[in-house]
């Protein structure tokens, strides 16, 4: 078990332009989540999938951001028309069911110039 | 909107002493995590507390969750360089849902 990965580790583009990140959770974790930290911040709550249902989605999730876990194991986060707001820290976490903390990746870190 | 405030935001220590941070909410929590995070990575969990009142030591570190379920303590004894990195908080909204962070405290420690 190598833990939650991410990828790319840093993405740096061009405001306007579309970006996709990877996330591979624990293979036995069941739940997957996508924070945004920005710096000096805690991580905040974009999404969450139990399985391949999106079961919770931020409000702070705008029509830009897109999450999908087709077959209930990775998952992508896509950003459409990238806004130099949208640079950050971008997490992703597993976990299982019930009372079962999270478990991160090391993020992927967006600049959008 | 559940919200969690920590305190203090930033702390610098020498090494050798003892240290509390605290993390605080209007909200009622499943349960409470803390993590620690390092520039560049990702938070690395470091214990979760359930139970109101619960207190859980891991070596140095003691975790104090408050009897309403709504606060947590962290006590460092002795910090060391180690120790150094940002303490988030965490609390479970509903069972595995959603967790929302506090902004965390910043820990230094000195040699």
């Known amino acids: 078990d190598t833990g939650v990965s991410q990828d790319p580790r840093h993405k740096i583009t061009k405001r306007g332009q579309n970006v996709t990140f990877r996330c591979d959770p624990i293979s036995e974790h069941n739940r997957l989540y996508w924070y945004r930290q920005t710096l000096g911040q805690g991580p905040e709550f974009l999404t969450y999938f139990q399985n391949e249902a999106q079961l919770e989605k931020s409000r702070l999730l705008s029509d830009r951001f897109s999450a999908e876990r087709p077959k209930g194991s990775f998952s992508t986060l896509e950003i459409q028309r990238t806004e130099q707001g949208d640079s950050a820290m971008y997490l992703c976490a597993s976990s299982l069911q019930g009372l079962s903390p999270l478990h991160f990746g090391n993020g992927t870190r967006l600049t959008v110039t | 909107t559940q919200l969690l405030e920590q305190s203090p935001q930033f702390l610098s220590i020498q090494e050798g002493e003892n240290l509390t941070v605290y993390c605080n909410s209007s909200s009622v929590f499943s349960s409470l995590q803390w993590y620690r995070q390092e520039p560049g990575e990702g938070p690395v969990l470091l214990v979760t507390v359930v139970t109101g009142g619960e207190v859980k030591k891991l070596k140095r570190l003691t975790f104090q969750f408050g009897d309403a379920r709504k606060d947590s303590s962290l006590h460092i004894t002795a910090a060391q360089t180690g120790d150094t990195g940002l303490y988030l908080c965490?609390?479970?909204?509903?069972?595995?849902?959603?967790?929302?962070f506090g902004p965390g405290t910043r820990l230094s420690v000195l040699p």
């Open positions: 965490a609390g479970d909204v509903n069972y595995g849902q959603n967790f929302v």
